[in-house]
């Protein structure tokens, strides 16, 4: 089992920067593809931004590519966002995963979820 923790959500006025942290407990994530997701009220969850194994490899969606940054410790073993030009629409609830998978943006493949942390973006 792996547990996993979001934290450095909050209020952030549009253009302002947030970093997520995301930290593993239970088992070492080394072996784990890592992924970031968000739910805004009445959406379904979306994919923000994965990353494989070892680091190198990243898939970022469209609507944050750019402007968001994913990347992992596994010495730590936690997994970070770092968020910048932050939007109105970038608010939601976002929860870290992983996967057994290498890497994947699809939210039915990850097999561990964290609890989210809130995002608010104000105008």
């Known amino acids: 089992q792996v547990q996993l923790v979001e934290s450095g959500g909050g209020l952030v006025q549009a253009g302002g920067s947030l970093r997520l942290s995301c930290a593993a407990s239970?088992?070492?994530?080394?072996?784990?593809?890592m992924g970031w997701f968000r739910q805004a009220p009445g959406k379904e969850r979306e994919y923000v931004a994965v990353?494989?194994?070892?680091?190198?490899?990243?898939v970022y969606a469209d609507s944050v590519k750019g402007r968001f940054t994913i990347s992992r410790d596994n010495a730590k073993n936690t997994v970070y966002l770092q968020m910048n030009s932050l939007k109105p629409e970038d608010t939601a609830v976002y929860f870290c995963a992983a996967t057994v998978q290498y890497i994947s943006i699809r939210s039915v493949q990850y097999n561990y979820w964290g609890q989210g942390t809130q995002v608010t973006v104000s105008s």
């Open positions: 239970g088992r070492t994530i080394s072996n784990y593809g």
């Open positions: 990353i494989g194994w070892s680091g190198p490899s990243t």
